[in-house]
């Protein structure tokens, strides 16, 4: 599904990344953990193109990321790439519903098409009674479920996500941490998680730890 080879990365003289490697498989969910300034998010941005490596390659469903321009890496990560992050993101002015839809919407789809799939993935996540309401009428955990509605709308191959629990209390991070395994099973969906919560990592497929910018 994802390989990474030689993946270096600096910020000035800053060595930050320093030669990882990396094979996520499909349907697998692998979580990165290591102490804050290993390099763990830079990676995740890395791998998902959000930020570009100084040296080395991803791949991601045999597509070498490096070879595409600006232009072709935006629509590659917006139709194969989901992304959950520590803050949701949501925009406020927008319903559940149509903050789901957006990424769809950009990708050029039909609108009816897109929110039809939107709500049913929102009735999958518990949410289809709260679809018309907007992120200020919800719990943290339930805006935090339309995140992660939003990054399943154009079926991705896999999703990032960057510290998802870190702004959820114990219940509500357990029952995002299930809903990754739920959807897994659902739809053989793929994660890498990167996280600090001992009981999510546990609960992965496999355990990748960085420490110094390097997988050990």
């Given at each position: 599904?994802?390989?990474?080879?030689?993946?270096?990365?600096?910020?000035?003289?800053?060595?930050?990344?320093?030669?990882?490697?990396?094979?996520?498989?499909?349907?697998?969910?692998?979580?990165?953990?290591?102490?804050?300034?290993?390099?763990?998010?830079?990676l995740l941005h890395i791998l998902g193109t959000l930020d570009h490596p100084d040296e080395g390659q991803v791949s991601i469903n045999g597509q070498q990321i490096n070879f595409l321009n600006d232009k072709q890496v935006a629509a590659f990560r917006n139709r194969h790439i989901g992304f959950v992050f520590q803050f949701h993101h949501?925009?406020?002015?927008?319903?559940?519903?149509?903050?789901?839809?957006?990424?769809?919407?950009?990708?050029?789809?039909?609108?009816?098409?897109?929110?039809?799939?939107?709500?049913?993935?929102?009735?999958?996540?518990?949410?289809?009674?709260?679809?018309?309401?907007?992120?200020?009428?919800?719990?943290?955990?339930?805006?935090?479920?339309?995140?992660?509605?939003?990054?399943?709308?154009?079926?991705?191959?896999?999703?990032?996500?960057?510290?998802?629990?870190?702004?959820?209390?114990?219940?509500?991070?357990?029952?995002?941490?299930?809903?990754?395994?739920?959807?897994?099973?659902?739809?053989?969906?793929?994660?890498?998680?990167?996280?600090?919560?001992?009981?999510?990592?546990?609960?992965?497929?496999?355990?990748?730890?960085?420490?110094?910018?390097?997988?050990?």
């Amino acid at each position: 599904m994802l390989t990474a080879t030689n993946i270096q990365k600096y910020y000035g003289h800053l060595w930050v990344l320093k030669g990882v490697e990396l094979t996520i498989r499909q349907g697998e969910i692998a979580s990165i953990v290591g102490p804050s300034g290993s390099g763990k998010s830079t990676l995740l941005h890395i791998l998902g193109t959000l930020d570009h490596p100084d040296e080395g390659q991803v791949s991601i469903n045999g597509q070498q990321i490096n070879f595409l321009n600006d232009k072709q890496v935006a629509a590659f990560r917006n139709r194969h790439i989901g992304f959950v992050f520590q803050f949701h993101h949501l925009l406020p002015e927008f319903t559940a519903l149509e903050n789901v839809c957006i990424p769809g919407w950009m990708a050029g789809r039909k609108k009816k098409e897109v929110a039809e799939q939107a709500l049913s993935l929102l009735q999958t996540l518990g949410l289809g009674e709260r679809a018309e309401n907007k992120p200020g009428a919800l719990s943290g955990g339930e805006q935090q479920r339309v995140a992660v509605a939003r990054s399943l709308i154009n079926n991705p191959d896999i999703i990032f996500a960057d510290e998802p629990t870190g702004n959820l209390d114990s219940a509500n991070a357990r029952e995002l941490h299930q809903l990754f395994f739920d959807l897994r099973k659902q739809f053989n969906q793929t994660f890498l998680i990167v996280t600090h919560n001992e009981e999510l990592a546990q609960m992965s497929d496999r355990i990748l730890h960085m420490k110094d910018g390097k997988i050990v």
